[in-house]
């Protein structure tokens, strides 16, 4: 009585299945890249270990549903090598270079495997109140300014602004020809930025309600004062669990950053 076999051609069929041989490159790239930062040797030695065997029987039992023969086990460490082979050429040739998205997986890894190693230091409620000081810049409401400007076309002279300025506070009426802006609740912080201190400190100190020329860097701008909110002074207790959270970040991004300088051929520009 003759039993059926599997053609042979058939039964390694699998080696050329293109799923196979991407689960089996997807491994090497998400698995290996621990292995091969660990190495001590020689890097142009390879060396198929147990935990490349492990490796190639995950990915095949996801595949196929059952464990492979000994020379199906064979076949996929000749992937593996082939792959590995590929990988170190790759970057050998700096193909991983401009490539976003091996860059973000790098990162990934490499920042959850610092994140393991970090612990939070206890603080007490002295400390935190103590920091919540330090950084009350953060949480202090700053003054805020409403003002309007009435825009010139082109970059207004003294003479241009000055005249514009009384135009208006003499109750001229829509025929001035310039156009008109509307700034609500602007941090001083905001307009230092885009206007500049000397400026910033003007406005505030003008009278409200009354148009004015000042110069703003190297122009003239025509402006009016509406209302000045003072500073207020944050209260830590309403904030408690924002300022324990921005100290947990601020703790483990220091963490972050020290355990990065440790690593072997880290480099900073400060």
Same mark, same amino acid.
């Given at each position: 009585?003759?039993?059926?076999?599997e053609?042979?051609?058939? @039964?390694?069929?699998?080696l050329?299945?293109?799923?196979?041989?991407? !689960? %089996? &490159?997807?491994?090497?790239?998400f698995?290996? =890249? #621990?292995?091969i930062?660990?190495?001590?040797?020689?890097?142009?030695?390879i060396?198929?270990?147990?935990s490349?065997?492990?490796?190639?029987l995950?990915?095949?039992?996801?595949?196929?549903?059952?464990?492979?023969d000994?020379d199906?086990?064979?076949?996929?460490?000749?992937?593996?090598l082939?792959?590995?082979?590929l990988?170190?050429?790759?970057?050998a040739?700096q193909?991983d270079?401009?490539?976003?998205?091996?860059?973000d997986r790098?990162?990934?890894?490499?920042l959850?495997?610092?994140n393991?190693?970090?612990?939070?230091?206890?603080?007490?409620?002295?400390?935190?109140r103590?920091?919540?000081e330090?950084?009350?810049? @953060?949480?202090d409401?700053p003054?805020?300014?409403?003002?309007?400007? !009435? %825009? &010139?076309?082109?970059?207004?002279?003294?003479? =241009? #602004?000055?005249?514009?300025?009384?135009?208006?506070?003499?109750?001229?009426?829509?025929?001035?020809?310039?156009?008109?802006?509307?700034?609500?609740?602007?941090?001083?912080?905001?307009?230092?930025?885009?206007?500049?201190?000397?400026?910033?400190?003007a406005?505030?100190?003008a009278?409200?309600?009354?148009?004015?020329?000042?110069?703003?860097?190297?122009?003239?701008?025509v402006?009016?004062l509406?209302a000045?909110?003072?500073?207020?002074p944050?209260?830590?207790?309403p904030l408690?669990?924002?300022v324990?959270?921005?100290?947990?970040d601020?703790?483990m991004a220091?963490?972050r950053?020290?355990?990065?300088?440790r690593?072997?051929?880290?480099?900073?520009c400060?």
């Amino acid at each position: 009585m003759s039993v059926p076999t599997e053609p042979i051609r058939s @039964r390694h069929a699998w080696l050329r299945e293109p799923l196979l041989h991407f !689960a %089996v &490159l997807g491994a090497l790239l998400f698995g290996i =890249d #621990a292995w091969i930062a660990g190495r001590q040797d020689d890097p142009r030695v390879i060396t198929v270990d147990a935990s490349v065997d492990q490796e190639a029987l995950s990915v095949f039992r996801g595949a196929r549903g059952r464990d492979p023969d000994e020379d199906e086990l064979y076949a996929l460490r000749r992937i593996w090598l082939d792959n590995e082979v590929l990988y170190r050429e790759g970057i050998a040739l700096q193909m991983d270079r401009g490539d976003k998205a091996i860059r973000d997986r790098v990162i990934f890894k490499a920042l959850t495997a610092v994140n393991a190693g970090l612990q939070l230091p206890a603080v007490d409620d002295e400390s935190l109140r103590a920091w919540f000081e330090k950084n009350r810049a @953060r949480y202090d409401e700053p003054p805020r300014v409403d003002f309007l400007e !009435a %825009v &010139l076309s082109g970059d207004a002279a003294e003479a =241009d #602004a000055t005249a514009l300025a009384a135009q208006l506070n003499g109750g001229g009426s829509g025929d001035t020809n310039a156009g008109l802006r509307v700034f609500k609740g602007r941090p001083h912080a905001n307009l230092v930025q885009s206007y500049g201190e000397p400026f910033a400190q003007a406005l505030q100190a003008a009278p409200v309600g009354r148009w004015q020329a000042l110069p703003q860097g190297g122009v003239w701008r025509v402006v009016q004062l509406q209302a000045v909110t003072p500073a207020k002074p944050a209260d830590f207790e309403p904030l408690r669990g924002v300022v324990l959270q921005d100290w947990k970040d601020a703790v483990m991004a220091e963490q972050r950053t020290a355990a990065g300088a440790r690593w072997p051929g880290s480099t900073r520009c400060g």
